[in-house]
């Protein structure tokens, strides 16, 4: 089966450095999707990768290693309104996207 | 940017009522989705449309019936719902059709609760 798995929570400290890994099982790859989700509201998209490699965006950054199944999320100089659910999400050979079940992250102050 | 509109935006239902839920959006996407997100679960994709046409139908209950009209509006018509059915329902838009890799952009959801 299609699987995708992301931590279910992490903390953090308000103005550190967070990475929220994500690792897939999927039948065939055409890119990898993080989103985020603030509590009560919709998820709003971050970042897409589909070739290896590191894509960074101001304050977050996404990495993609397709012979690992695996992608994380790097969020920097944290801020409290960072405090949400990160969603990661694949597309697989069909295009039919495969969602993890989400990473809450809390930041501390 | 919140170009994708729900309404209503929660909804209480006994288990032998009719509804329906209404999302429209505003970018000139030609691509729409509706998912349902429970606590600590995926969002599981229940319909896609791509140019008015119904492209996917991942194997959900007869109670959920969806409407697409054009490709700005799409409905989520619910009868003799169950209280699993209880959850947050999303509704997305893209720009191409799900064999594409856009982005989705979502609405803020309906929340239902069935009694």
């Known amino acids: 089966g299609q699987n995708i798995d992301q931590p279910t929570e992490m903390t953090a400290t308000e103005g550190a450095i967070v990475q929220i890994n994500c690792t897939y099982q999927?039948?065939?790859?055409?890119?990898l999707f993080w989103y985020q989700q603030h509590a009560g509201e919709a998820p709003t998209f971050l970042s897409y990768?589909?070739l290896d490699g590191l894509e960074e965006k101001g304050r977050f950054s996404s990495f993609l290693s397709r012979s690992k199944g695996y992608s994380y999320l790097l969020l920097k100089e944290l801020q409290m309104k960072d405090s949400a659910s990160y969603l990661c999400?694949?597309?697989?050979?069909?295009?039919?996207?495969?969602w993890g079940a989400g990473t809450k992250l809390i930041i501390k102050p | 940017e919140t170009g994708v509109t729900q309404t209503p935006r929660h909804l209480v239902m006994g288990m032998t009522n009719k509804k329906s839920l209404k999302c429209e959006q505003h970018?000139?996407?030609?691509?729409m989705y509706w998912y349902k997100q429970s606590a600590k679960k995926p969002l599981e994709l229940m319909f896609v449309?791509?140019?008015?046409?119904?492209?996917e139908n991942n194997s959900v209950p007869s109670r959920f019936s969806p409407e697409c009209p054009n490709s700005s509006h799409l409905f989520l018509h619910l009868h003799t719902l169950q209280p699993e059915d209880s959850a947050l329902y999303l509704c997305?838009?893209?720009?191409?059709?799900?064999?594409?890799?856009?982005?989705?952009?979502f609405g803020p959801g309906t929340r239902l609760t069935v009694t």
């Open positions: 997305a838009s893209s720009q191409g059709g799900g064999d594409s890799s856009y982005e989705q952009y």
């Open positions: 970018l000139g996407h030609n691509a």
């Open positions: 449309y791509s140019l008015e046409e119904r492209v």
């Open positions: 999927t039948s065939g790859f055409n890119g």
């Open positions: 990768n589909v």
């Open positions: 999400a694949v597309k697989d050979s069909n295009y039919q996207l495969i």
